[in-house]
């Protein structure tokens, strides 16, 4: 029998604070949310970019938060969808948006860094809003990359500084010193206390940074169709790279 709204704001407010702002048979779960309406304000700027057709596919959702887009992968008709976070006040906030929405939906608790631990890939793996509060971000980019990563990955992550993509050269000399004055230089910015009161926002990086990350990760960016967010794919392997793991992938035009 569905739940009344009397019972699921009692339910949401037991379970909060909530940081995705997800409605829930007519109740918001972060109405006040300093953001606005998020996360849907920023799925509305790239949700024409994924398949609304997703019958037979399986995804993985990686910092899986609340819920929010494991319910828009399932109402998209997603055969498998597992949602993984290291928090459990997320994952039974997830849990019960699932049960209102009447979605089956598989939530563990496991951070990126376990993601070997499954055993199998996905044909769609998100990866939203978790780079920056990572200690270990490239590492967590490389086990995505070799573990679970399969047609489709679809990358955010906060950015700061220059938007700008400048032209690289693949090598420079040793006594270059202005390269890293180069507002348009990749660059990941270290947090070592807070930034908007997190303390898990441990690095920032810019749009360069980003793109370059997930290039050395070995994915090539096949589409930006949003400001922080990118659409993915596994890169060919590189072996002419030598050292470079797994695979570099290619700038996207």
């Known amino acids: 029998m569905p739940l009344s709204s009397l019972e699921i704001r009692r339910q949401i407010e037991a379970l909060g604070p909530w940081f995705h702002n997800i409605n829930l048979g007519g109740v918001a779960t972060a109405p006040d949310h300093f953001l606005g309406n998020y996360p849907y304000v920023k799925w509305q700027k790239f ?20 819920g929010f887009y494991s319910i828009e992968m399932k109402q998209r008709g997603a055969e498998r969808v597992l949602g993984i976070d290291f928090d459990e006040v997320y994952l039974n906030q997830a849990r019960f948006a699932a049960e209102v929405a009447d979605l089956e939906i598989e939530f563990r608790r496991l951070s990126v860094y376990d993601v070997g631990a499954l055993g199998e890939r996905f044909d769609i793996v998100l990866f939203m809003g978790v780079l920056y509060h990572l200690r270990h971000p490239l590492l967590a980019l490389d086990l995505i990359r070799e573990h679970v990563a399969g047609d489709l990955m679809v990358f955010q992550s906060m950015q700061r500084g220059s938007v700008e993509v400048a032209a690289l050269e693949r090598n420079y000399p040793f006594w270059n010193y202005e390269l890293f004055n180069d507002p348009d230089f990749p660059k990941l910015h270290f947090i070592e206390h807070r930034y908007a009161d997190d303390p898990t926002n441990w690095w920032v990086p810019n749009r360069a940074c980003v793109e370059a990350m997930l290039r050395s990760a070995g994915f090539d960016i096949i589409s930006h169709p949003e400001q922080e967010v990118y659409l993915c794919r596994l890169a060919e392997a590189a072996p002419e790279e030598g050292a470079v793991y797994p695979a570099k992938g290619r700038t996207h035009d």
């Open 47 to 66: 949700a024409g970019a994924i398949p609304s057709d997703l019958a037979g596919k399986s995804v993985l959702d990686i910092g899986c938060n609340a």
